[in-house]
């Protein structure tokens, strides 16, 4: 069960009001996967946001190789427990860019996206809050996985 006090807690909705963390909460729901589960397929149609309270899971993209036409899976990020994903087909309302599979036994928050933009709309602070946090943790995502990309390229 999702307790609001837990929620509070979390990157994404810091500086949410208590009302709007509770409203959130209502529409959301908690969802268990099992070790090398699959959450997200590429390509697949939006199902919300999802924010992990246990466990890590891997995102990966996939990639053809240009000389024999094989497909491969391109490791991009572990995302830890308090962390987001999904957060691109969430804003765009778009298929997801890329897979999503539980490294371990998780456990995530899916929140509805229609809920979360009727509230967004109807409560522009909270919106505004909750936006600013999502453009802070995808612009440390990015930060981070420039680093990535630049030891592995030495």
Do not use: C
Not at 21 to 47: C, D, G, H, L, W
Not at 61 to 66: A, D, P, S
Request: charge should be negative; avoid cysteine.
């Amino acid at each position: 069960m999702l307790k609001t006090e837990e929620i509070a807690k979390l990157e994404i909705f810091n500086g949410l009001s208590p009302e709007a963390i509770e409203a959130i909460v209502s529409f959301s729901r908690e969802v268990f996967y099992n070790n090398k589960e699959i959450i997200v397929e590429e390509s697949s149609p939006n199902v919300g946001l999802f924010v992990l309270l246990e466990g890590r899971v891997r995102v990966e993209i996939e990639k053809t190789r240009y000389h024999n036409d094989q497909k491969e899976k391109v490791e991009l990020v572990v995302i830890r427990s308090g962390d987001i994903f999904g957060e691109i087909a969430f804003l765009e309302d778009t298929r997801s860019s890329a897979y999503v599979t539980a490294i371990d036994k998780i456990r995530v928050m899916q929140i509805d996206r229609k809920k979360l933009y009727e509230l967004i709309n109807k409560d522009n602070h909270s919106g505004y809050v909750l936006m600013r946090n999502l453009a802070i943790i995808l612009s440390n995502r990015l930060v981070n996985l420039n680093f990535k990309w630049r030891s592995e390229a030495a």
